[in-house]
């Protein structure tokens, strides 16, 4: 696919529009990373207050039982939803650079050559990576909950018998 008509660049309206698109491309890609931050500060904050509920409710080991699997969900959507920003993201970044090619300077290009340069002290570490692992922790404690209280359940019940 031929994302821009050469032919359009050869006046100066030309080249002025293709800078406004760049633009506004730019701040779409701006709002979708503002659009990604309120989604992962949503789960985070759903996901700690179900923790607290739990926390409450300790007794109950059904409820408990049921809010750690409703916490499972809820962070198997969280992560869902950081892959499905990852890849608009990158989509975006990636016509961003294709539009630089026809402007003077290449700023988004130069800034991902110079973070992915394999630098043994300086290791690059995409957000995306570290944000897909935060929903795995909550998986991991809400996984825990519920080995822990069936085992319990299961341990109690063959001590009474």
Known sequence: MKLINTNNLTT???KNNLLEQYKTYVESADKISD???NVNTFFIT???ALITVMTIF???TYLLL???FLGIIFSILWFLNIKNYKQINSCKFDIIQQIEKYLPINLYKAEWDILTKNKSDKKYIPV???EMFLPFVFILIYTVIIIYFLFSKI???I???
């Open 12 to 14: 100066d309206a030309g």
């Open 35 to 37: 659009r990604r931050i």
């Open 46 to 48: 759903l996901n700690s």
């Open 58 to 60: 300790f007794s109950n």
């Open 66 to 68: 049921l809010l750690a």
């Open 128 to 130: 995306s990576k570290l």
């Open 155 to 157: 341990q109690i019940t």
């Open 159 to 161: 001590t009474v018998k």
